[in-house]
C-alpha cells in the first residue's frame, strides 16, 4: 500500500462508506422484497432476486433496501414486493427479468405501478 | 455481484470463547459450499456488548440478531435465512413464536444506551482499516494536522469538558495543557490498557473492537502537545487485543497514518506496544512509567506529575483506553457537541461492565447521568434466578457499594463520590441477598492486599491489618473495638498512601460499614452470618420433620458428618462438617436449612 496523501485518504474514505452504507438498514425510502420460498426459488426468485440487486447496485440507488421474505399462497411465482412511504406495498406476480428491470425503472425510480402484474398481498407476512 | 446478506459475527473475548471464531469460519464455508459465497458477507466485528447472550451473530439487511449461536447453525443461517429469506426463530433474542423486537434498537438492552465509545464496536471488522476510515476514521486527523493549532484541540477539549475515564475523573484537556507548556523537546504520549478492576473489560472490548479510534487519538494528541511517539502499556493477559492493536499498526503504517510526514502533512508519529505482566499497581500512572522504562513497577511520589516529569523524566501525557477513544470523535463533532451530553458535572457517556448477579451481564455505554436502577433493571433486566437486590459494587477495589436507597443517584463523578463510591474504571458488580457484605469488603481488601507493591507501609501493613481483623469478624471473633480500629487504619491508608491504589484500598471496607452496619453488627454480637456466606457461622440442620431418610445426603457427604438409619430422620454433626454445602444441594425434600 502506499502512502496516503489528504486526497487519498479521503477517496478510501468514500469509496468504503459506500461500501459500508449498504449495511445501514435505517432510513431507506424503498423497500424491496423478494419471496424466496422453495417454490419460489424453484420458479426463478433467486435470479430475479441476483438481477434486482444488480440494477439497484449498477444504478447506484442507495436509497433502496433489498430483503428477503418465505412463500406466499395462491400466487403465481416469483413474487417482488415494493414498500415506498408514497406508493405504500405493491406487490407483482409471475416476476420475469423484464419485468424486474420495469420494476426498477418505473416502480422504484418512477414511482409508477405497473397494473398488470399487480396483486393484493395485504401484509409482508 | 452485489452482496445481499451482511454476516456480522461477535469477534469479542466473550464470544470467541464459546467458539464465534468457528461460527464465523463455518458462515464463509458455508456459503462458499451453498454457492452463495459472492453473496453473503461473513464480517467479524468487535463487542456487541450483550455478553450475556453470546455468541452474538446479526445478520442484515433483516436485522435478525441471533444470540445463543452454535457452530453447527451456521449451515442453517446460510440455507435457510440467507437463501430461502426466511430467519430463524429459534435463534433470535427472546423468541417465543415471533421474533420478539421490531429492529435491534428496541430490545431493552440497548434502548437506553448510547454509544460514543463503542461506536464502532459490533459494526465494523476491527482488523479492516478502511472500514474504519468508512465510518468517519481519521478525519479528526486530518482536521488536527491541517486545520487546527496544538492550543485548538486543547481548547475543543476544554469545551467538551472531557475528564479522564481511568476513574479519578481529572480534566483532560489539564493534563494536555500541562505537558504542552512544560518545557524539553522531547515528550511522551501513553496509552493505559493495564485494565485490572476484577469483573471490568471495557478497555479491552474496545481494544479489540475499534483499535484504531484509540491510535487516532494519540497521534492528534501527539500533535496537540509536540510529541512523536506513543506508548500503549496493556496487560499481555489480554491476547486478542494486542493482536488487533498489532494489525491496526501494521495497517496505519502502511497507509503512512503513522510514521514520517503523516498525510503530507510533515508531522512524525508512531505508537509501541509495551506488555505489561498484570500487577494491578501498574495501573496507577506513575507505576506504568517504572516498568515501560523497564523497572520494577513500583508508585513515585507525585508532584513532579508526569506531566512535567514522566517517561524516562520527560513531559508525558497519560489517558486511559476510554479516554481516548472518546477523542476522535470529539474533535470531529466538536466539543460542544459533547458538552450538551451527559450531565452538568460529568460530560459524555461512560462504558460499565456489568456483571454479577444480573440477567443480562455485558457491555453497557450510557448518557452520564444515567440512573444505577435503569442500568441495573432496565438493561441489565434486573436480578436473575428472582432473588432479591443487595448491592452493586462500583469502583472496583477503590469504590464502594450502593445500595438500594442509592438506585435512583444519577450517575457521574461526582455524586458517585458523595454517595461513598466512585466512578472508577467502570467495573460494576451486583450482588443479592446470597452475598455477604463483609465477605465481600473481604475479597476486595483480599485483592489488594495482594496487588500491593509494598513499597510504602501504610499500604503494605495497613492493608494486611485492615484483611486479619475482617477475617476475625467472619471467624465470629471480632469485636466492637475492631471495627473502631478499623476505621483509624482506613483513614490512616487514605492520608499516608503513596499511589491511589493504598489510598482507596480502605474503600470497600468504610463503604460496607455505612451502608450495611448492622451486617457487622451481626457477625459481631450474633456470630451469625446473616446470608450463609461466612463458614465459621453457619451451620447446617436437618429439619426431622422432612427427612424421609433416603441417605442421598450421607452417600454424598465428603467427610461422613451425616448419619442416622435408613428411612428415619438423619442428622448433622457440626463438629465434623465442612460447610460445603453438598447436603443441601443433594436433598430433594428441602429439609436442610443453613443457621
Known sequence: ?125 | MAFKNYILVCGGTGCESSRSDLIYRNLIEEAKAQGVADEVQVIKTGCFGFCEQGPIVKVLPEDSFYVQVKPEDAKEIISEHCIKGRPIVRLEYGHVEKKAYEEVEDIKFYQKQERIVLRNCGSIDPENIDEYIARDGYKALEKALFEMSGDDIINELKIAGLRGRGGAGFPTWMKWNFTKQAEGDVKYVVCNADEGDPGAYMDRSTLEGDPHSVLEAMTICGKAIGAHQGFIYIRAEYPLAIHRLEVAMKQAREYGLLGKDILGSGFDYDIEIRLGAGAFVCGEETALLQSIEGHRGMPQPRPPFPAVKGLWGKPTVINNVETWANIPVIITKGGKWFSQIGTEDSHGTKVFALTGKICNSGLVEVPMGTTLREIVFDIGGGIANGKKFKAVQTGGPSGGVITEENLDTPIDFGSLQRIGSMMGSGGMIVMNEDDCIVDVAKFYLNFTVDESCGKCAPCRIGGKSLYNLLEKITQGKGTQEDVEQMHTIAHAMQKGSLCALGQTAPNPVLSTLRYFPEEYKAHIEDKKCPSGKCKKLIQYQIDPSKCIGCTACARKCPVGAITGEVRKPHTINSQVCIKCGVCKDTCKFSAISVH
Request: glycine content about 12%.
Open chain 1, 1 to 125: 500500500m502506499a502512502k496516503l496523501t489528504l486526497a487519498g485518504l479521503r477517496e478510501i474514505r468514500e469509496r468504503e462508506a459506500k461500501k459500508i452504507g449498504k449495511r445501514e438498514i435505517h432510513g431507506r425510502d424503498v423497500h424491496v422484497i423478494v419471496a424466496m420460498g422453495t417454490s419460489g426459488i424453484q420458479s426463478g426468485a433467486k435470479v430475479i432476486l441476483n438481477y434486482i440487486a444488480d440494477i439497484v447496485e449498477e444504478k447506484g440507488l442507495d436509497n433502496v433496501i433489498i430483503t428477503q421474505t418465505g412463500a406466499f399462497d395462491g400466487v403465481v411465482e416469483p413474487v417482488v414486493q415494493v414498500y415506498s412511504k408514497a406508493l405504500g406495498l405493491v406487490s407483482y406476480q409471475g416476476v420475469d427479468k423484464d419485468t424486474a428491470k420495469k420494476i426498477v425503472e418505473e416502480t422504484i425510480i418512477g414511482g409508477k405501478i405497473l397494473e398488470d402484474k399487480k396483486i393484493e398481498i395485504k401484509d409482508g407476512e
